[in-house]
């Protein structure tokens, strides 16, 4: 490698650029921008960027550089000493360069800059007659010191704000600008003296030699603690690197018509298309964020909107400011997207440092990209491609009002998105009994179950002592919308006395608590909430969405008011609706358990009779609210010792309330105990064995929809789905009990039920064997929690132990329950596919996975060729977003 010719540097300024923003891999961001900014003529001081492959050489040649470099540096310094009319180290005339770090993707405060450097006790000298202000020379000096020292040397800031501290504390100064030039000097004497105390060398004086250990400590910086770790939670890749740009010094601490400062073209927060920035007059760049002093406004108007009487930039410097508008306007034009801008005054002479997209929040990203396009800056399918998916999260839930009060209870992990208070419970039962009287309640448990389902659903927030990211409770409530914060570990639960504690606070039942499940935060009393703003910019962004996506979008909801949520979030069917979440409410369970218990065909069919009612409702409110949406149903899944109370506790407990006897229930329960229940009697082979719970099912579905096309004259679109299939002969043994049904209900009702029969793809066998499954199949959704666990081999429920080892260690790149394993289980996706299109050419294919609301896999679906995702109600407006993403970026 280190024989072939490389340009291992690129210059830039003085009107022109060897580089610009298309080369931002090789030149990092802020080196790419600084050669656009140049070359579009605008004022950027020169310099030159070591590029990012400087940087990958010197890790992959045991820290040491390239052959030639040294070479290439001199002659960009003395480029760069021609365009800036300086010389490096001449006292009669120094010139000084900032070394600035630049990696690809922005790393904000992971990697170092040295500003001012090529000072010594000669430049500082020759700097104070040159500028003739000799306060202006040794306060750059200080701070180079200290810099320099902090990042190159190791002596930590600490010793010389120790030092600093002290001095002005001795002679009465409160501000850095009441030390003179003679108090500079004093401690920049100080600070040597300190370094050599520090360090095992003196301060270096040499200003090449103070270059090249600024490279070495930028570079170095790559490879940090911080900057490893930012990496890894960023999923940005070691092997990119980082570039160093060093650049001719402008200063902002020259008097009082210089200054620094910083600028986004529109608010970053709320995306209001108006200047927001700040500056300080007579500093450099840190001093703005260090919050030594209090910054400036750039704009009169939002300094009178913030009530502070310091003059705005608009007002202390009008002409620059003027000026530097026309540029935001600008670079703003040129980039097509809000900028985020660094500059510096010298002496009246405005000079930018930086530029580049600026961050934003989701609402802010939402309202640029809809004001951008409408003023028809970007495309409708730009701004569509502008808004991250997941950041809609932030803006579908009710969140915490920035401004109001609260009293910080306790912390655990922010599980489910979403602000609520209400009373505190500490049962399931007692939820759904105080949300029935119409309470607001807060479940508080050690751990939830699935017993729990009701009280959760019953809950405005959820709130565990135990479990993690992935436990029950914060899966289940993610699924839900519900907001939930899991591991509270701090929180002492005694349910017996009706109170949970935490350092000595008690907090009683029927209390009101807020939860945060955004932040993890659980606050004490009632805070104010701000409510989500669904119509406006978030609708048009929506419909230019929907008009690009090819892929529908469904929910995975059961009850109503899921059902109704999604609707409202623009679901266009259900893709998933779990029959057995239906079972758990105090009057079902009751017969359902009777149902488990019974010893024979005839004690089953009485107790599904009373079950069948209930069925029939649940599935009638459904028909109701979607309408013509077509609304994917799924048979019975769980083995049925999930329906059946577990300790010796809940045993008497259901004993007792139902009347059955204890000891059945417990035989009947040690009976149905499976070594591996994953593996065991679920899915369809429940249906094999027990027909008669598939069949009621099936009259249940059939006689809703009879009776809703009665009532409203639409027919309900009905597809039912057998799970866990893994042969094509189950799904044509349990599809003609189906038919029969159907027949019967015929006779019944006078009314043919119309219907799809598909089944859950969920089992590597099904997925393999799809074009004999297709014959009795008229759809196909893939049930990708399952594939996933069977593929791998693995048990959702348990990989938490372990799944962190794996990510840690890169053996997996993400967890595949979250985003798909399109290598392996996308395969089988494709195979399946294939397979059971040679079928029935137009089998109806979708997935109803967790992946299903998951941006990375909606792209592999649409690639696929699947007509509709399906996800729980709060992730649909951020399937609709992925889908339409997916498809403008196959069209390009
Ligand atoms: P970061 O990436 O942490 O923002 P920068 O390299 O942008 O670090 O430097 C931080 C600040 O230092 C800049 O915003 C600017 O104010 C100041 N700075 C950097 N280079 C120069 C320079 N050549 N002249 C004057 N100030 C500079
Ligand atoms: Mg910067
Ligand atoms: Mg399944």
Redesign the pocket.
Known sequence: MSGSKRKWIYAFGGGSADGDSSLKNLLGG?GANLAEMASLGLPV?PGFTLTTEVCTAYYDNDRTYPDGLTAEIDSALAELEEKAGKKFGDPSNPLL??V???ARASM??MMD?V?NLGLNDETAEGLAILSGDRRFAFDSYRRFIQMYSDVVLGVSHSVFEEILDDYKAENDFNLDTELSADDWEVIVAAYKKAVAENHDRPFPTDPREQLNGAMDAVFGSWMNERANTYRRLHDIPHSWGTAVNV??????NMGEKSA?G?AFTRNPSTGENRVYGEFLINA???DVVAGIRTPQNLTKKTREEMGDDMPSMEEAMPEVYADLDKIFTRLETHYRDMQDI?F?VEQGNLYL??TRNGKRTARAALRIAVDMAADGLITEDEAVLRVEPASLDQLLHPTLDPEGERDLLVKGLPASPGAAWGKVVFTADDARDMAQAGEKVILVRTETSPEDIHGMHAAEAIVTSRGGMTSHAAVVARGMGTPCVCGAGDMRIEEAQGRFTVAGRKVQRGEIITVDGATGQVFMGQAKMVQPELSGDFARLMEWADRARKLKVRTNAETPHDVQTAKDFGAEGIGLCRTEHMFFDADRIAAVREMILADDVEGREKALAKIQPYQTDDFVEIFRIMEDRPCTIRLLDPPLHEFLPHTEEDVQAVAEATGLPADQLMKRAADLHETNPMLGHRGCRLGVTFPEIYEMQARAIFEAQAAVEKETGVQPLVEVMIPLVSIAPELKFLKQRVDAVAKEVTGKTGVAPKYMLGTMIELPRAALTADEVAEHAEFFSFGTNDLTQTTYGLSRDDSGKFLNDYIKNNIYEKDPFVSLDQTGVGALIEIAVERGRKTRGDIKLGICGEHGGDPASIRFCSKTGLDYVSCSPYRVPIARLAAAQAAISENQ
């Open positions: 802020k001081p360069v900032s600035r770090s630049g904000p405060g800059t500003l650049q001719a010094m402008v200063f902002g620094t910083v450099q760049g840190e660094e510096t440092l930086q």
